[in-house]
């Protein structure tokens, strides 16, 4: 039974504050993510534009078109 606690002990080895550091690699990776993340939202935006240029045009099936006051309600959360 002591041995577990050795081996564990070598295993199990914890770095200092000072070693731990995030380093320009992961705020570069991070930069990354966040222009992905802005290039993603553009492009969305574009495409429902788009979208929306394309039904308005009629190039959809008109019985499927919205009409501004064919809003409904949310259903109540049944118990």
């Given at each position: ?5 050795l ?10 504050d ?7 690699l ?18 969305l ?12 045009a ?22």
């Amino acid at each position: 039974m002591q041995f577990l606690p050795l081996v564990i002990s070598f295993v199990d080895d914890v770095p200092k504050d000072e070693d731990v550091k995030a380093g320009w690699l992961a705020f570069a990776i991070f930069i990354g993510l966040i222009l992905a993340v802005a290039f993603l939202g553009f492009s969305l935006v574009k495409q429902l534009r788009k979208a929306e240029a394309a039904e308005e045009a009629g190039l959809y099936d008109p019985s499927d078109r919205k009409k501004p006051g064919d809003q409904q309600p949310p259903s109540a959360p049944t118990a």
